[in-house]
């Protein structure tokens, strides 16, 4: 099949490469531009753009669709039975949805309604979800409103995290691609109930507030680490949380509890494993506390 594929972040590469080792035929691959990166701003392709490279693809990397006839029309001439699209950052218009012969299909990391939106992973883990998985939708003009071709529901574990539910979600969607490619399937309206919308994640979204229950703040901290990360202030310095587990105790919310650095939320405690602080290393947290010995007179927020 003659497809373009459509996606930026590492999630979208398992697919890009599955595609190539089915045999599709991939005649361009789209994927965000360049963009300053890391501590020296050099600029930096992101997952997709240096796979295509790898896999020896053409790449092309518009800055925006939406009133770029010139690139309108040079999707459309690419002559496509599908694009394939996975995490891409842009919004496609009418004119792109509808060039494929088989339309815009799309690699949704949720189980649709649930979850549409740009964070889909991260807003599973946050809310307590039992389950997730991956939707191959027919795209529309919608936000992820689309009809369904495909859904399969994976478990989220008690202590999953981002990364490792990211990497099982890449992997299905990879899976799943192919075989909606592969099979004729009638499309499924979404239900009209249960829609619910994962916003963008900001660094606004790193801050722990221990007056909030344990195990929010632990669903918080396996949700947003790496990134955005996750913080504390500490005597007036941020301190970033790396890890944790929910703990007994009681106390004051914010305050230090023993040796272990436990730390007393709304309900219950929160013993930080690992954390770091600006220009440190990352360091365990018992260790870091050790390095404080005024600890039961400081408090976190």
């Known amino acids: 099949m003659r497809l373009a594929f459509m996606g930026s972040p590492a999630f979208a590469a398992p697919a890009l490469h599955a595609l190539v080792q089915a045999g599709h035929q991939v005649a361009a691959v789209y994927c965000q531009p360049p963009r300053p990166a890391h501590r020296g701003q050099a600029l930096t392709r992101c997952a997709v753009h240096e796979a295509a490279i790898a896999l020896g693809l053409p790449v092309r990397t518009p800055a925006r669709l939406k009133r770029d006839t010139a690139e309108h029309e040079a999707f459309a001439a690419l002559a496509l039975d599908a694009a394939v699209v996975a995490a891409y950052g842009l919004i496609l218009p009418a004119a792109m949805l509808g060039a494929p012969a088989r339309g815009c299909l799309n690699i949704h990391a949720s189980l649709l309604p649930r979850w549409r939106g740009a964070a889909p992973i991260h807003a599973a883990l946050l809310a307590g979800d039992a389950e997730t998985g991956i939707t191959i939708m027919q795209m529309d003009e919608g936000l992820d409103t689309g009809a369904m071709l495909l859904r399969e529901a994976i478990p989220i574990h008690p202590r999953a995290t981002t990364p490792e539910l990211h990497d099982a979600l890449a992997g299905l969607g990879a899976r799943m691609i192919l075989q ?105 947290g018992a260790a870091f506390l050790r390095g404080l010995p005024n600890w039961r007179d400081v408090r976190l927020s």
């Open 180 to 284: 909606a490619l592969a099979e004729p399937i009638t499309p499924e309206p979404q239900p009209e109930d249960g829609v619910t919308y994962a916003a963008k994640l900001t660094r606004a979204d790193s801050l722990l507030d221990f007056t909030r229950d344990t195990d929010a703040l632990d669903r918080q901290i396996r949700a947003l680490t790496p990134w955005p990360g996750t913080s504390a202030t500490l005597s007036g310095e941020p301190l970033k949380i790396l890890a944790a587990i929910p703990a007994e105790g009681h106390g004051a919310p914010g305050q230090i509890l023993d040796p272990a650095f436990t730390v007393a939320c709304g309900q219950a405690a929160l013993r930080l494993l690992r954390v770091q602080r600006p220009g440190r290393p990352p360091t365990d």
